[in-house]
């Protein structure tokens, strides 16, 4: 069955240096680099590049990188025949700065991102029929994304959440309609109001946001894990220890790995191992795109870890 994504495409414009600067610092860098990005396109490539049906609804911009956005999806198996083309407005641009150790700094600029409206929502409601899942993010309108979600729930599809970037006043109808919320540290503290940081706070976290309404709850630790809750269990995935090169897409391959295995039939905790395995490969290598794994690589890692491949 299709993979639904509904969600932000941009270009990703990486700057790397020795660390990231200071406000009001002037650092020189090491390298420059454009590629494809975008949360929503992430995860559709991240899908797509696992050997899942997937498409994409969104907008590009006319005015910049549009044709090459929608050329880069389509080269990694991505159908795009939902994304509308804006005459009026520039694509998403993503400022990335990325240091020696693997972590960034990101500013979203949205672009045609900001200009998702009903007929988007009309577009994913059309394609509920016959998919599995619909992946959600917040780099495009809430009242889209609530819209949607609210769509997936009276087509029976899942409803897979990753509320990045990080806000505070989600509305409280949106949490209802979620099966599977994502957030890492920074973002679920965002939702919640008070700080997370490891093992306990997550799963502190990840109990508030299903007495907020929603199915399954995993909070992203990055290195330290992964934590779930659901109504009948709270349980711990550790990372795989890789050497990190750059972090900017490990938590959409993340959910990219988790919606895979889901669609195939895979149990959550499985979910979340292969959701873990996908962010771990996207992480040393630079770029958004560009580092999402394709199954080949993908299964010899998971035959490396002694994983189950499905």
């Known amino acids: 069955m299709t993979v639904i994504v509904f969600g932000s495409i941009n270009i990703d414009l990486v700057a790397t240096a020795p660390r990231l600067p200071l406000p009001g610092e002037t650092l020189l860098g090491h ?29 590009v911009g006319a005015q910049g990188f549009g044709t090459e956005l929608i050329n880069s999806l389509q080269a990694a198996g991505v159908q795009t025949e939902n994304v509308f083309m804006d005459e009026t407005i520039s694509s998403g641009v993503a400022i990335i700065t990325v240091d020696d150790a693997g972590e960034n700094q990101i500013i979203v600029i949205p672009g045609a991102n900001g200009r998702v409206n009903q007929e988007d929502v009309t577009r994913v409601s059309r394609l509920l029929s016959g998919s599995s899942a619909l992946l959600l993010q917040f780099e495009i309108p809430m009242f889209a994304v609530v819209a949607a979600a609210q769509a997936a729930r009276e087509a029976g599809v899942t409803v897979i959440l990753d509320p990045a970037p990080a806000q505070s006043d989600v509305p409280d109808e949106l949490y209802s309609l979620v099966d599977i919320i994502t957030p890492n540290e920074v973002e679920a503290g965002q939702l919640l109001g008070f700080p997370v940081s490891g093992q306990e706070s997550a799963k502190k976290a990840a109990a508030q946001l299903l007495k907020k309404g929603v199915k399954n709850a995993i909070v992203k630790l990055g290195a330290q894990g992964v934590v779930c809750a659901t109504s009948d269990e709270t349980f711990f995935v550790p990372a795989f220890p890789v050497q990190a090169v750059d972090t900017t897409a490990a938590g959409d391959a993340f959910n990219g790995g988790l919606a895979a295995a889901l669609s195939q039939g895979l149990s959550l905790h499985q979910a979340v191992v292969w959701g873990a395995a996908a962010g771990a490969l996207a992480a040393t290598k630079p770029g958004a795109q560009p580092s999402l794994p394709d199954r080949l690589a993908f299964d010899a890692f998971l035959k490396e870890k002694r994983v189950v491949s499905g």
């Open 31 to 59: 390298h420059f680099f454009k590629a494809a990005g975008g949360k929503g396109a992430n995860q559709a490539v991240a899908l797509a590049k696992l050997g899942i049906p997937t498409q994409i609804v969104g907008r």
